[in-house]
């Protein structure tokens, strides 16, 4: 792979990651040669690595009597770290009162505002005992139905601060996404706002307010205003309230008391409640933006994400770090393609963070011949999917040539990265740099033994950020089943890599049946569900087809004989209403059957190496293969 940028040994020596490592060679007498000596020792001695991170950014946690660092058990998932000890997420922040800049937010309507860390913290602090008030305690659940606005950071603070646990969904899904998720939590507060602009247009959802207050149990509603001159929300309300103006600290809780909970694709029926906890995502999430993306704290990042993906809650964390971030509401490309590096110019951003398709469509719309457009960029990150070696030699040659290029990849299982940037390391064309700190991976064959060659992507360890529990998940039973089906005792995350020779990483997909259309991991299962409404449909499969990078959620349908009129436009209609854009389907087929297992569970892998042109085997554990020569006379790309 062709090298695209090398560090100077200047800016070697100026990352937060080569004075960390200076640090750890210091107090434990040691000496490293080079990254992969240092990753290695993070991993042989992870009670001394964490232990000395915790340190090293002064972080607040409390150890009680027993205290234990690591409690290694011998299965992988019952591992405690930091046992019998206090600590809360929000403690960070709330330690940083100053007048520097935390947050600035840019709608699509061109509205913007900027929030300081002393007047985020009034307003988390206004609202956390709002929330005592209406007697909501440590462990009850708040939820988000909510653009990417101040708002939804706040809440979730807020929520953090006395306990509560968080979970969101973005404004773009609909009723029944919503209810699939939330409904498993039975929040006792859920946080909505009125509208948000897409693509020039505003989108009012209100109307869906009756209905999932219904579905969800009748939670407390409190709305969210979306941000323009004269708001008068009823958060602004509480914000500026006299009475709930109290400075109280943060509450001290349990290291692995949950924070937030996220969500699962959906594969199998309803998606799964993954669920993180303050201690685990705290020192994770400093661990990967300090050392491994070397944010400080006169970074500016500017991750374009929704508060239903992942990237949001790892953008959020750079608050902990005392730096400022962009929130950005809106389609990326409305009124122009440019519109983001626009953004990037005006707000005059550090680090800029998107999907990879982000950064394709960018290079695809770029008419200018200047070069460097981007230069106060220091580091670009991209993730969702893979970053082809094309998009990496533009994003080198025309955004920023100075510019580190950070393709991570990890996920909601981890909220956060397994391999990632690392600041001290050339990047490569097509390559991820390396594995994260104490982050044990590699790469096993179907045999569960190590190879250089495409495999699965294993973790061999545990560490800190691995779910606390799925909620909900009596016994880990679905935890479990997730996780460490394929290999004993190993974590198998479902993405197919290979190591390179540089050190570094390719993904090449995903080895489950999880679809990614745009670089937005969804599931099947959603997608099933919502097809229920249609009687004429007998079986149905989703899989995925892979072109340009790219890939595109393909359908199949085993229906009575007689169809609607342009029943695909209604499909497609439905799914996009009920769930998001993101789950329709790109084509429908009619076929007239779908391939099960003996065991009755349909085959999309099965499916999806057909459509895909990839070697099939094992068809004896069809129970209907005479159908599979149907599929593999099909024209996807007609």
């Not at 100077?8 to 004075?19: A, E, M, P, R």
């Not at 479990?480 to 190591?499: C, L, P, R």
Request: proline share 4%.
């Amino acid at each position: 792979m062709t090298k695209l940028y090398q560090p100077s040994l200047k800016k070697i020596h100026s990352t937060n990651l080569y004075k960390f490592q200076k640090a750890v060679e210091k107090e434990f007498n040691r000496k490293f040669s080079d990254y992969k000596k240092f990753w290695q020792w993070s991993n042989q001695y992870p009670d001394l690595f964490w232990n000395f991170l915790i340190d090293h950014f002064n972080i607040p946690l409390i150890q009680k009597k027993s205290f234990k660092i690591l409690n290694k058990k011998s299965q992988f998932w019952k591992t405690v770290f930091f046992e019998k000890s206090l600590i809360n997420y929000y403690q960070l922040i709330f330690s940083n009162m100053s007048k520097d800049l935390a947050i600035h937010f840019v709608g699509e309507n061109s509205f913007e505002e900027k929030i300081t860390y002393e007047n985020l913290n009034n307003r988390v602090n206004s609202l956390s005992n709002y929330f005592k008030s209406l007697k909501i305690k440590k462990g009850d659940v708040i939820a988000g139905y909510l653009p990417n606005i101040p708002d939804t950071v706040i809440s979730f603070l807020a929520a953090a601060k006395i306990g509560a646990v968080w979970s969101s969904c973005s404004s773009d899904f609909g009723v029944k996404a919503v209810v699939d998720r939330f409904s498993q939590l039975n929040p006792k507060v859920l946080i909505v706002a009125d509208y948000y602009f897409y693509n020039g247009k505003k989108f009012d959802y209100s109307k869906n307010l009756s209905q999932l207050k219904r579905k969800l149990n009748n939670p407390i509603i409190i709305k969210a205003g979306y941000p323009s001159k004269n708001l008068k929300s009823q958060l602004s309300k509480i914000y500026s309230n006299k009475d709930y103006k109290v400075n109280n600290p943060p509450q001290q809780l349990e290291f692995n008391h949950p924070l937030y909970v996220l969500y699962s694709s959906g594969t199998t029926g309803l998606p799964k409640c993954i669920t993180h906890g303050h201690g685990g995502s705290l020192i994770q999430h400093t661990k990967e933006l300090s050392l491994h993306t070397n944010v400080k704290k006169n970074t500016k990042m500017f991750f374009l994400t929704t508060c239903g993906w992942m990237m949001w809650n790892w953008t959020v964390s750079n608050l902990l770090l005392g730096s400022s971030i962009v929130l950005y509401d809106g389609s990326p490309f409305f009124p122009r393609a440019n519109r983001i590096i626009n953004i990037s110019k005006r707000t005059k951003a550090t680090m800029l963070g998107a999907g990879a398709k982000i950064y394709e469509a960018i290079q695809n719309n770029y008419k200018s011949k200047t070069k460097n457009i981007l230069e106060k960029i220091e580091c670009f990150i991209s993730t969702g999917s893979p970053l082809s070696p094309e998009t990496f030699k533009f994003m080198n040659k025309k955004l920023n040539s100075n510019a580190s290029i950070h393709s991570v990849s990890g996920g909601t299982d981890i909220v956060s990265c397994f391999m990632l940037g690392v600041p001290t390391l050339p990047v490569f064309a097509g390559e991820i740099q390396g594995p994260g700190l104490g982050m044990n991976i590699d790469v096993f064959d179907e045999k569960g033994k190590p190879t250089n060659k495409t495999g699965e992507l294993v973790c061999k360890t545990p560490f800190p950020s691995k779910p606390i529990y799925f909620w909900n998940d009596k016994r880990f039973k679905k935890y479990k089943s997730a996780y460490f089906e394929k290999f004993n005792n190993i974590w198998s995350h479902g993405d197919y890599v290979q190591k390179t020779k540089n050190g570094g990483y390719i993904i090449y997909g995903r080895s489950d049946a999880t679809l990614n259309p745009g670089g937005v991991r969804i599931g099947t299962g959603e997608i099933y569900n919502s097809l229920q409404k249609f009687d004429w449909i007998m079986d149905s499969l989703a899989t995925g087809y892979l072109t340009d990078n790219d890939e595109k959620v393909i359908l199949f349908l085993k229906t009575s004989k007689k169809l609607p009129y342009q029943y695909d436009l209604d499909v497609k209609k439905h799914v996009k209403s009920t769930l998001s854009p993101r789950h329709v389907p790109w084509k429908i087929f009619c076929v007239s059957d779908i391939p099960r297992t003996k065991s009755g569970k349909n085959s999309e892998i099965l499916v999806k190496k057909i459509i895909n042109n990839d070697k099939v085997q094992n068809l004896g554990a069809i129970a209907n293969s005479e159908v599979i020569e149907e599929y593999k006379k099909l024209k996807i790309n007609d």
